[in-house]
C-alpha cells in the first residue's frame, strides 16, 4: 500500500489544520453572533470558551491521530477496545455528510465569483434579491456549481498529503489572510465606518448573560471542527515531535483572528451605507452584494474588485474546509479497502456529491426532497450539527478522559517527557470534568432546554 506521507513542515501543521476550522462560519456566523451579544465582550467571553473547551477539545482529538498514525475508525479502535472504533466511524460518517451539504453552499461562493468577475451583481435590492432566488432554484445550475467544487477538493485531495493538502494550504491560506486584510482596510476608510467597528469591539457588558456564555460555547465549539474526526485525521500526519498543545493554541487563535477580521469587513461597511447586517446565507449573497454596490461606489471599479476579492475570499475559506472533511473519509477507505489512494478518493467524491445535488435540489427546484418535514439540506445540517457532532466530541473527552490508559495520555501530551508536563494535569482536569459538561451544555441549548 502507497505510503501515508506527513506534513512536511510545522508552518504546513499548522495552515492545514487552522484551514480545516476556518469556513464559511467564521465569515456570517461568527461577526453577527458577536454583535448581537456585547461585541468584545462576547469576544472575551468567547476565549474563555475557547480555554476550556476548544484547546483541550483539539489536543484530545490530536493525541488520539498522531498516536496511531492511522485512519480515525483504526485510531480510535486502538485505543484499547475495538467497539471505541463507533466514535471514529461516527466522525467519518459526519464529516462526509457535512462535506455533501456544506458543498451546495460552496458551489454558491464559486457561482458568485464567476458572476462578479463577470460583473453580473451590481443592481439595486431587488435585483439582487431576484438573482439569488433565480439562481438558487434552478434545477441545474447549483448541482453543477456543488459538485464542481467536490471535484476541485477532489483534485487536492488525490495528490496527497504533502503535495496536495499541505502545499494548497500553503497557498490558500496566505492568500485568504492577504484578502481579508485588503477588505477589512477598504471597508474601514468608508465614511461612518467607525460606528460598525464600535458594533463589533465596544464591549457592552450588559448584554453577556448566560445564553450568551452559551452561545460563545457553541460557537467554540463548532468553530474548531470538534468531533468530525479532521483533527484525529490531520494528526496522523503529524511528526513524533509536534508540540500539540502549542498547536491547538496557535490554531485557535490564526481561527479567532479570522472570523474578528470578518467582523471588521462587514459591520463597518454595512454601517457606512445603513444596512443592518444579518446572518447565515442571506448575508453573504443578498446582503453584502447591497452593501458592495453602496458602499464601494466611489471606489476604483465601482467596488467591482471589492466584490470579486469578496468572493475569492469565501471560496478559499470553503476549499479550506471541504479538503480536510474530504481527506477524512479518503484515509478511511484508502487504509481499510486497501485502495489506491486515487480511488478511494473517487468513492468520497462520487459519495459526497450524490448527496450535494440531492441537497441542492431540497432547497432549490424540488422541496419534495425532505426527511421529518424538513430540506434534506436543513435535515443534515440539524443531524450533523445537533446531534452527531455533540456525541462525537463527547464520547471522544470520556473515553480520553476516563477510559484510556493514563500514562499513554501523558506520553502523547508530553511527547514521551521532552516537553515540560505542567500543563498536563489542568488538561487531564479538563477533559474529564471541563469539556463533558460544556458539550452537554451545548447540546442541551440548541435544542432550548437552558
Known amino acids: 500500500m502507497e505510503s501515508r506521507g506527513n506534513f512536511g513542515s510545522r508552518i504546513g501543521v499548522i495552515l492545514a489544520t487552522a484551514g480545516s476550522a476556518i469556513g464559511l462560519g467564521n465569515i456570517w456566523r461568527f461577526p453577527f453572533t458577536t454583535g448581537q451579544n ?18 483541550p477539545g483539539m489536543v ?46 460552496a458551489g454558491w461562493c464559486l457561482q458568485y465569483l464567476f458572476a462578479a468577475i463577470a460583473g453580473q451583481l451590481t443592481g439595486d435590492a431587488a435585483y439582487v434579491l431576484n438573482y439569488f432566488k433565480t439562481f438558487s432554484s434552478d434545477p441545474v445550475k447549483p448541482c453543477l456549481w456543488a459538485v464542481a467544487f467536490v471535484l476541485i477538493t477532489h483534485l487536492v485531495v488525490a ?65 474548531l471542527s470538534l468531533g468530525t474526526a479532521c483533527l484525529c485525521t490531520y494528526a496522523s500526519y503529524f511528526k513524533p515531535d509536534t508540540n500539540l498543545l502549542k498547536s491547538s493554541v496557535q490554531i485557535a487563535l490564526l481561527d479567532s483572528g479570522i472570523a474578528i477580521l470578518a467582523g471588521l469587513m462587514i459591520f463597518p461597511a454595512a454601517f457606512s451605507v445603513g444596512i443592518q447586517p444579518d446572518s447565515g446565507p442571506s448575508l453573504i449573497f443578498i446582503t453584502l452584494p447591497n452593501v458592495f454596490n453602496h458602499a464601494f461606489a466611489a471606489f476604483p471599479g465601482n467596488g467591482y474588485i471589492i466584490s ?39 468513492i468520497l467524491t462520487v459519495v459526497c456529491s450524490v448527496i450535494a445535488v440531492l441537497c441542492s435540489l431540497s432547497v432549490g427546484a424540488n422541496k419534495n426532497i425532505a426527511l421529518f418535514g424538513m430540506p434534506l439540506l436543513d435535515f443534515c445540517d440539524f ?20 477510559l484510556v490508559n493514563r500514562q499513554m495520555v501523558k506520553d502523547e501530551f508530553t511527547n514521551n ?8 494535569t489542568v488538561y487531564m482536569f479538563a477533559i474529564r470534568y471541563i469539556v463533558p ?9 440548541q435544542f432550548g432546554i437552558l
Not at 496511531?68 to 472504533?85: C, D, M, P, V
Open 38 to 55: 456585547g461585541g468584545a465582550a462576547f469576544i472575551l467571553v468567547y476565549f474563555v470558551c475557547v480555554l476550556l473547551l476548544g484547546i
Open 60 to 105: 484530545s482529538e490530536f493525541i488520539i491521530g498522531r498516536r496511531a498514525q492511522t485512519n480515525a475508525a483504526r485510531a480510535y479502535g486502538s485505543l484499547g477496545r475495538k467497539e471505541w472504533r463507533f466514535v471514529g466511524y461516527l466522525g467519518i460518517l459526519t464529516s462526509t455528510i457535512i462535506l455533501g451539504f456544506y458543498a451546495v453552499v
Open 159 to 223: 495528490m496527497g498529503v504533502n503535495k496536495g493538502i499541505e502545499r494548497v494550504s500553503k497557498l490558500l491560506m496566505p492568500l485568504l489572510l492577504l484578502i481579508l486584510v485588503i477588505l477589512v482596510i477598504a471597508s474601514c476608510m468608508l465614511p461612518g465606518s467607525v460606528a460598525g467597528v464600535e458594533f463589533l469591539l465596544k464591549p457592552d457588558f450588559s448584554k453577556v448573560t448566560g445564553d450568551v456564555f452559551l452561545d460563545a460555547l457553541g460557537q467554540a465549539f463548532f468553530s
Open 308 to 346: 470579486c476579492l469578496f468572493y475569492a475570499l469565501l471560496v478559499f475559506a470553503a476549499l479550506t474546509s471541504t479538503i480536510s472533511m474530504h481527506e477524512i473519509g479518503t484515509a478511511f477507505f484508502h487504509e481499510e479497502l486497501r485502495l489506491p489512494r486515487i480511488h478511494a478518493t473517487w
Open 383 to 402: 443531524l450533523t450539527a445537533k446531534l452527531m457532532l455533540p456525541m462525537g466530541a463527547f464520547l471522544t473527552s470520556i473515553i480520553l478522559g476516563w
Open 417 to 424: 517527557g521532552s516537553i515540560q508536563e505542567s500543563f498536563f
Open 437 to 445: 459538561f460544556c458539550i452537554v451544555m451545548v447540546f442541551l441549548h
